[in-house]
């Protein structure tokens, strides 16, 4: 079984810096693209941030030149360095990850975590 844990939200006020960090645990084989999603109350969840194993990255217009997503490959974790943050940024932000269990090697599991909310005053 794999598991993605969350850390590092809180309240920050508008113009702060947040970490987020995203441990995958469990019997992995590989993982390729990790990413991070937030949701907003009363809205849909969105892309906020994407990086593959070699380390290329996409990122939603809203968080470019704000927000840097990075990855430790041999820990098997994501980072989200969110700068310059805004009071629209506030959400649950969830991280993503397509694993390869070893137990089924051949075929990419996508597995969620949990959440952190980071909430933006203005």
């Known amino acids: 079984q794999v598991q993605l844990v969350e850390s590092g939200g809180g309240l920050v006020q508008a113009g702060g810096s947040l970490r987020l960090s995203c441990d995958a645990s469990g019997s992995i084989f590989s993982i390729n693209v990790m990413g991070w999603y937030r949701q907003a109350p009363g809205k849909q969840r969105e892309l906020v941030a994407a990086i593959t194993s070699g380390g290329s990255t996409n990122y939603a217009d809203s968080v470019k030149g704000r927000f840097t997503i990075s990855r430790d490959n041999a820990k098997n974790t994501v980072y989200l360095q969110m700068n310059s943050l805004k009071p629209e940024d506030t959400a649950v932000y969830h991280c993503?990850?397509?694993?390869?269990?070893?137990?089924?090697?051949?075929?990419?599991?996508?597995?969620w975590g949990q959440g952190t909310l980071v909430t933006v005053s203005s």
């Open positions: 993503n990850a397509d694993v390869r269990p070893i137990a089924t090697p051949y075929r990419y599991l996508e597995v």
